[in-house]
């Protein structure tokens, strides 16, 4: 492989499957991992795997072919980017009590999901006055772009949103009446357990974006679409358009907010420090150590060295950690 050619390959992956004895799992899969220089993270929990890895494309396809050795992970499919670093500093293999954090236990997503749609169908769904399309995604999501008409249940993680459903159901929501419902997330995994979670409330005719926006925008050409404005991603593109070109968002290092332009042009944004809706919640000492941690980030950008940084001081807004088909990260309730 030649210099110019990216040489770590990156794999996003997730499958929905009755795991009893997941917890057995973790220790030979981080020895695994450990072993072919692989890093990232990967959860297991009862009801199956989600996460991220990255590393040697040799070593990445010996734990992804590890995993499929497993009757159960047979039908596991992954997502694959290339880049020329690491995107992540360490392997770390968690036990969870949910891939995505929904909090309903009684769910099987594994046996009754809802109906998958492919993007190419997707817009003749959404189109039909009698579907009601609902974003699952979080409320700082879905400002930075959503399917035109789709509905923001202006939730702040995933595990409000069976509060939405119940909630919304009731005389008068945007849910009571409607038997035809159609939800769409990231890449995939939300609007799954989504599904199955109408579903289990007697919604008959439930419809889910298969691959989720990311492989919608991939697919259906700019002229044809329904999507209105960026896809926010968890890692460092931030945001992606169609054809997954980088978007016009930055991430704020301080709460890990996207900011579009008029955040970017906002009096309360500093580089690394703050932005306008984390200004004014850190304390001197703390914007003090965010600017001493930017300006170290800046010297190993230009040695052209990776800066592991300090862990951010203070309570940020949201904490990242793994996602499963974004190429990157996800939420700390495991949502993508």
């Given at each position: 492989?030649?210099?110019?050619?990216?040489?770590?390959?990156t794999?996003a992956?997730?499958?929905?499957v009755?795991?009893?004895?997941?917890?057995d799992?973790r220790?030979?899969?981080?020895?695994?991992c450990?072993?072919?220089?692989?890093?990232g993270?990967?959860?297991l929990?009862?009801e199956?795997?989600?996460?991220?890895?990255?590393?040697?494309?040799?070593?990445v396809?010996?734990?992804?072919?590890?995993?499929?050795?497993?009757p159960?992970?047979?039908?596991?499919?992954?997502?694959?980017?290339y880049?020329?670093?690491?995107?992540f500093?360490r392997?770390?293999?968690?036990l969870k009590?949910?891939?995505?954090?929904?909090?309903?236990?009684?769910l099987?997503?594994?046996?009754?999901a809802?109906?998958y749609?492919?993007?190419?169908?997707w817009?003749?769904?959404?189109d039909?006055?009698?579907?009601?399309?609902?974003d699952?995604?979080?409320?700082?999501e879905?400002g930075?772009?959503?399917?035109?008409g789709?509905?923001n249940?202006h939730?702040?993680?995933?595990?409000?949103?069976?509060?939405w459903v119940?909630?919304q159901?009731?005389?008068?929501?945007?849910l009571?009446?409607k038997?035809?419902?159609?939800?769409?997330?990231?890449g995939?995994?939300?609007?799954?357990?989504s599904?199955?979670?109408?579903k289990?409330?007697?919604?008959e005719?439930?419809?889910?974006?298969?691959?989720?926006?990311?492989?919608?925008?991939?697919?259906?050409?700019?002229d044809?679409?329904?999507?209105?404005?960026?896809?926010?991603?968890?890692?460092?593109r931030?945001?992606?358009?169609?054809?997954?070109?980088?978007?016009h968002?930055?991430?704020?290092?301080?709460?890990?907010?996207?900011?579009?332009?008029?955040?970017l042009?906002?009096?309360?944004?500093?580089?690394?420090?703050?932005?306008?809706y984390c200004?004014?919640?850190?304390?001197?000492?703390?914007?003090?150590?965010l600017?001493?941690?930017?300006?170290?980030?800046?010297?190993?950008?230009?040695?052209?060295?990776?800066?592991?940084?300090?862990?951010?001081p203070?309570?940020?807004?949201r904490?990242?950690?793994?996602?499963?088909?974004?190429?990157?990260?996800?939420g700390?309730?495991?949502?993508?």
């Amino acid at each position: 492989m030649d210099s110019v050619t990216p040489r770590f390959l990156t794999a996003a992956l997730y499958q929905f499957v009755d795991l009893p004895d997941f917890a057995d799992l973790r220790e030979p899969l981080q020895s695994l991992c450990d072993t072919h220089g692989v890093r990232g993270m990967l959860l297991l929990a009862p009801e199956g795997i989600n996460g991220t890895i990255a590393g040697e494309p040799q070593g990445v396809y010996a734990v992804l072919a590890w995993l499929r050795s497993d009757p159960r992970f047979a039908a596991l499919q992954h997502k694959e980017a290339y880049a020329e670093r690491l995107p992540f500093y360490r392997m770390r293999v968690r036990l969870k009590r949910e891939i995505v954090t929904l909090g309903v236990p009684s769910l099987n997503p594994a046996r009754n999901a809802g109906t998958y749609v492919r993007p190419e169908d997707w817009n003749a769904l959404i189109d039909d006055p009698g579907v009601v399309v609902v974003d699952t995604r979080n409320d700082y999501e879905v400002g930075i772009g959503t399917f035109q008409g789709a509905v923001n249940p202006h939730t702040s993680s995933f595990a409000e949103f069976p509060a939405w459903v119940a909630a919304q159901s009731q005389p008068g929501g945007v849910l009571a009446g409607k038997p035809r419902v159609a939800m769409f997330c990231t890449g995939g995994i939300r609007c799954e357990k989504s599904t199955a979670l109408l579903k289990s409330q007697g919604f008959e005719e439930v419809f889910h974006l298969e691959g989720g926006i990311l492989k919608y925008l991939e697919t259906v050409p700019e002229d044809a679409s329904r999507w209105q404005g960026d896809c926010f991603v968890f890692d460092e593109r931030v945001s992606v358009g169609h054809g997954l070109v980088r978007g016009h968002h930055q991430l704020c290092r301080s709460c890990r907010m996207p900011l579009g332009e008029a955040e970017l042009a906002s009096p309360y944004y500093v580089r690394g420090v703050s932005c306008p809706y984390c200004h004014g919640t850190r304390t001197p000492e703390q914007e003090r150590a965010l600017a001493e941690r930017q300006r170290q980030m800046d010297l190993a950008d230009q040695r052209g060295e990776a800066h592991l940084g300090a862990r951010q001081p203070g309570n940020p807004a949201r904490r990242i950690v793994t996602d499963e088909a974004t190429g990157g990260v996800t939420g700390e309730d495991g949502s993508a």
